[in-house]
């Protein structure tokens, strides 16, 4: 007995040899831009249909009980026939069973089988070197369909369609993908008309280019433009602030716009106050960067002269500012180890931020500043400068190099041999630390003091700042990682407080060994980083080992 149409079992009408069919509403020449020579060809279907095989599958409706022997679940009562239909259409053995079954069962089709037709005929057509070839009919029916029905596909049913029939080589100007574009595009939320954009005037211009996203991509055009278009009279101090904390924040090393503050700051003297110049000021020192603008260091060494007293943590901040950019001038700094001005920020909420930065500002004369006379801060006001890690570090950790780099330390010296965040008098962190012989042999460091002196014994009020003092027997040698943080943008310049560090350090006798993130990137695993310590330790003339030798 005949089998009826539409039943599990049934065959499709044989194609004859070599027929060919392209793509649904097209002719069917074997066009390049046909369905068939696309998905026939094995060298040009093969990243296509793996993208389509490797589609997951379209996500189901939650479906009940029914007589197609399905498993029960929390749908409805009436859903079996439904699922029913999708795992007949999954397990569709031809293309034009495919298209019976969704042509013969109209009451049972849901907007989700369709994605499923379109699925398994991808897979039907990649699953063998070979597939059978396709009549005219079943795909062009198959399209007729899934247009007809999907003005009811929800808009995530309309994207998967669109996917397969890209997958499946539909072309993108046939009626299939132009009417899923026509469904995609209607259900798009209408688009709100533009703003009305006020004119903005230079100044205006400025405030509003240090708000824009696409600052970060092109600083300098932006704001060198809306400079250059600003009347002086436009230029205010709230915008240059702006401008100062935008540089700062984003490690901005930009000469123009730097020079544009400082001109600025030496033009606007008198109406400004020492909370704005410190401020204006900050960028400098972060970016560690002295402007050209001559009257620049004079007009600020009037401010302060002038508000001093007002102001101590502004005063305080300048100066900080002035010491990364070894600038101190030697009137503020009498004024500010004066006993009547520390006795007058002892009993201030921000005392002991004061206290810090008067601890380094008097680190900055012992070392830099032979000439001065002048008071000092007393011993007992004195306080570590930066006990720990900075923010930036402890923020970036995860991104950090220290982890693999005392790992490499770790196998190739022991663990006995170095000291990982060490802070040393007079309040520096440093990343590594190492104890070596005068013959150069690295030494365990619980036998040794790692500390070495501050004040540097030997260093005499008339010796010249830049050579270190120290004559003890046994090196300090630091390891100190230089990430790309620790650079100004453009990754060549130092900023001003690792660069103040490292120039302590070294004044104090510390032996200094740079790890450049660049040359720590292009490391390729431990191996190679351990490699890359070992021949920058050996470059010191260092040797380790059970006798003294290298390991």
């Known amino acids: 007995m005949r089998r009826p149409r539409g039943e599990p079992g049934s065959r499709a009408p044989r194609p004859t040899e070599g027929a060919t069919c392209a793509g649904p509403g097209e002719s069917w020449s074997p066009s390049p831009n046909s369905m068939l020579r696309v998905l026939l060809s094995a060298q040009a279907s093969a990243a296509r249909l793996s993208g389509l095989l490797l589609l997951p599958p379209v996500q189901t409706c939650c479906l009940g009980p029914s007589k197609w022997g399905d498993r029960p679940s929390r749908g409805g009562p009436h859903t079996g026939p439904v699922q029913g239909l999708q795992r007949l259409l ?70 998967v369609c669109l996917h397969l029939a890209a997958l499946l080589g539909f072309p993108s100007d046939g009626p299939l993908v132009c009417a899923l574009e026509r469904e995609r595009r209607f259900r798009l939320p209408p688009k709100p008309p533009p703003p009305l954009q006020p004119v903005l005037r230079g100044g205006q211009r400025l405030e509003a280019a240090l708000s824009c996203p696409r600052f970060l991509r092109h600083p300098q055009q932006h704001l060198i433009r809306s400079l250059a278009e600003a009347r002086p009279e436009e230029l205010t101090p709230h915008v240059m602030v702006l401008l100062a904390q935008h540089l700062a924040r984003h490690r901005l090393r930009e000469p123009q716009l730097l020079e544009a503050i400082a001109h600025f700051l030496v033009v606007q003297e008198a109406q400004l106050s020492s909370k704005v110049v410190q401020k204006l000021v900050l960028p400098f020192g972060r970016l560690n960067y002295l402007p050209l603008e001559q009257q620049f260091m004079p007009c600020l060494e009037r401010i302060l002269a002038r508000e001093a007293g007002v102001a101590p943590l502004a005063t305080v901040n300048i100066l ?40 380094l500002l008097d680190t900055a004369v012992e070392l830099e500043l032979p000439g001065y006379r002048g008071p000092r801060l ?34 190739l010296l022991g663990e006995e041999k170095y000291r990982q965040d060490l802070t040393v008098p007079p309040g520096y962190c440093t990343d590594f630390l190492l104890c070596v012989s005068s013959s150069g042999a690295v030494l365990p460091v619980r036998t040794q003091d790692p500390f070495l ?40 310049v130092l900023l001003g407080s690792r660069a103040l560090r490292e120039r302590h350090l070294g004044l104090m006798g510390y032996q200094l ?29 260092l040797r380790w080992g059970p006798e003294g030798g290298c390991g």
């Open 453 to 492: 002196p501050y004040p540097p014994r030997s260093r005499s009020r008339g010796q010249a700042a830049s050579q270190p003092t120290t004559r003890d027997p046994a090196q300090r040698v630091v390891l100190m990682l230089r990430e790309r943080w620790h650079f100004c943008r453009d990754g060549r």
């Open 320 to 359: 900080m500012s002035l010491c990364q950019l070894r600038c101190l001038p030697f009137r503020a700094l009498h004024f500010v180890f004066s006993p009547g001005f520390i006795s007058h920020i002892s009993g201030t909420p921000h005392a002991l931020i004061v206290r810090r930065y008067l601890s």
């Open 378 to 411: 007393p011993r007992r006001q004195q306080v570590p400068i930066f006990p720990q890690p900075l923010i930036t570090d402890r923020a970036r950790c995860k991104y950090s190099h220290k982890d693999i780099v005392a790992e490499g330390l770790r196998q």
């Open 90 to 159: 999954e397990q569709a053995r031809s293309p034009g069973e495919l298209l019976r079954w969704l042509g013969q069962n109209p009451t049972k089709v849901r907007t989700h089988h369709y994605p499923v037709a379109l699925r398994r005929l991808g897979q039907l057509l990649g699953s063998r070197p070979q597939p059978p070839p396709v009549e005219q009919a079943t795909l062009q029916d198959l399209s007729q369909l899934i247009i007809r029905n999907c003005p009811s596909f929800d808009i995530h049913t309309i994207h």
């Open 513 to 541: 060994l740079p790890l450049p993130f660049e040359e720590l990137e292009s490391q390729r695993g431990l191996p190679q980083l351990k490699s890359y310590l070992r021949q920058k330790l050996q470059a010191l003339g």
